[in-house]
């Protein structure tokens, strides 16, 4: 017995060393590329699609964006106005511009739709565009800037402050590679931004400028784009230029190959712009492919089977899968196995209505991606009371102004004008009963008293402290609405992870031990190289 144990030891000795079983090798995952330098003073390269960062150079710092501002307009001007509606051109909007800023030509009183505009806002960079948009669209500049601020942060954005919707010279006014990434890659999944930041030429019709009368052509900045330049790159589908004396060149591109589509962003370049661009991608389609999560995850993909775990059963109409449409950036000879994975509840308002968790996935230490552990065949979630009487609480301020500006008290509803409603007596001092009736002498009118100067200047008083009251509240109302709206924002995503859940038949208690007995399980049975983290 002692011979043929020795036996066996050898030969495993003799397998390891003659590579029969090349264990280091299969567990070993591929390097995660870093060939790339560019000179601009900051970068980034992201893959749209996954959300993962390939390459990056003072991604977090702020920049002057200079006109690549013009992607966050357009994205604020599609999300809130209609393509058809007219914008008429103000005094202001053509004749506030700084010397040599890039313009379309149109004058006071000019009129384009809103789809034209965005054609000259986005290949002719015109700034007048940019303004006559943002008053269009908010009444005023400053009003819009913070349209653009609100739907910066929504999208993640930390680094940022925009003061102005062109881009021109504010040292209120920056941005960071990273920030303009997650602008753009929300831009690009635009349909109707990708059709027109891919045009090259757009044609003025004849009769909506005045200074050209006869219409006129104007063609795109973004030399890449164009395939007669020698700058053209296969496969760009768009971007934005951007020059200022303080910002230096900007840029940014995106462009797509064999399903990875990339978005490059340039600050503060010194005439490298172009050059740093192509060199990114260059990197990213050389070194990088998308992974496709659905098919792949073998933690998640069949967890519908072990959904009866503790005696706990799921009904036979209802099963969790992970989202179809969901990927993963891997280097070219990386593997998904070699992908961890780890589970949050915690969903954002962008989730898809029927999802239970969010799935990160990571490699090495890197965030290369996520998806969503949806349920399919789900009913429709309705909001518990105690939800709905949660966020009437959160939004009550706003409520209470409401009623304000319409002159009602808190628990006043208002009454129709008719015979038997009250109505105001003739002096406006009092309200009449429904059931009490004028004093008469006769068939004569009650006589009308005449107010001394001393009533009519507290009468007037008294209305300049109602209207002051009325703003103080509505200013009260506002902040106090800010101040619950994240709040409630976090009662909604655990009364809708609860709800459904509940629809289910689990608590949340359960729901977790049976994805911890899900997960143990798959930790003895995985390749080796899988490395999966739960996290509550």
């Known amino acids: 017995m002692k011979y043929k144990k020795k036996i066996l030891c050898f030969f495993l000795c003799i397998a390891l060393m003659t590579g029969l079983f090349p264990v280091s090798a299969a567990f070993a995952a591929a390097d995660w590329p870093t060939d790339v330098s560019i000179s601009a003073d900051g970068g980034i390269l992201m893959d749209a699609g996954s959300g993962a960062i390939l390459y990056e150079k003072n991604s977090r710092e702020a920049y002057y964006p200079a006109s690549i501002t013009k992607i966050l307009t357009a994205l604020v001007i599609l999300e809130n106005c209609d393509l058809d509606e007219t914008v008429t051109f103000s005094n202001e909007a053509v004749n506030t511009l700084e010397p040599g800023a890039s313009i379309l030509g149109a004058r006071a009183g000019d009129q384009l739709s809103v789809r034209e505009c965005l ?3 986005l290949l002719q960079s015109a700034n007048e565009v940019a303004n006559a948009l943002a008053e269009h669209c908010s009444g005023s500049i400053d009003a819009f800037a913070e349209l653009m601020n609100e739907k910066a942060r929504s999208l993640g954005c930390t680094s940022s402050n925009f003061a102005n919707p062109s881009g021109l010279n504010d040292e209120n006014h920056y941005t960071s590679a990273y920030d303009m990434a997650l602008i753009s890659q929300a831009a690009f999944s635009n349909p109707t931004f990708v059709e027109i930041d891919s045009t090259t030429y757009y044609d003025v019709p004849a009769g909506k400028l005045k200074q050209y009368p006869d219409g006129w052509r104007y063609y795109a900045h973004h030399r890449m784009l164009k395939k007669n330049d020698s ?14 004396s303080l910002a230096g060149n900007t840029l940014v591109t995106c462009a797509e190959r064999d399903g990875l589509k990339l978005i490059a962003v340039v600050l503060n370049g010194h005439q490298t712009h172009y050059s740093d661009t192509k060199a990114l991608f260059d990197f990213g389609f050389r070194n990088f492919k998308s992974v496709s999560v659905a098919g792949q995850d073998s933690v998640y993909q069949d967890i519908e089977n072990d959904l009866a775990i503790g005696g706990i059963h799921l009904g036979g109409s209802i099963r969790l899968s992970v989202g179809k449409n969901s990927a993963v950036t891997l280097p070219s000879e990386g593997d998904f196995s070699d992908v961890s994975s780890s589970l949050s509840y915690t969903l954002e308002e962008a989730a898809p209505s029927s999802a239970v ?17 949806e349920a399919v065949n789900v009913p429709a979630y309705t909001p518990d009371p105690s939800m709905l009487a949660e966020l009437a609480e959160s939004t009550g301020a706003v409520n209470e102004t409401a009623k304000a500006d319409s002159g009602l008290e808190t628990g006043e509803t208002e009454q129709a004008d008719t015979p038997e409603s009250s109505r105001a007596d003739e002096d406006g001092s009092g ?17 009308k008293k005449d107010r001394s100067p001393m009533v009519s200047i507290l009468i007037k008083g008294i209305s300049v402290l109602a209207v002051i009251a009325v703003i103080g509240a509505s200013i009260f109302g506002f902040l106090t609405y800010r101040a619950h709206k994240e709040r409630a924002e976090r009662i909604l995503r655990q009364q809708r992870r609860e709800k459904r859940l509940k629809k289910w038949g689990y608590s949340t208690k359960e729901f977790d031990q049976i994805m911890e007995e899900h997960l143990r399980s798959k930790s003895q049975i995985k390749k080796p190289g899988l490395r999966d983290r739960w996290k509550k």
Do not use: C, F
């Open 119 to 121: 054609y000259a806002l």
């Open 231 to 244: 700058l053209y790159y296969d496969g760009v589908i768009g971007g934005k230029t951007g020059y200022t």
């Open 357 to 373: 968790a969010r799935i990160d996935y990571t490699y090495g230490d890197r965030n290369v991606g996520h998806a969503y552990l």
């Open 431 to 447: 309200v009449q009963e429904k059931d009490e009736k004028p004093e008469t002498t006769g068939s004569k009118a009650p006589e």
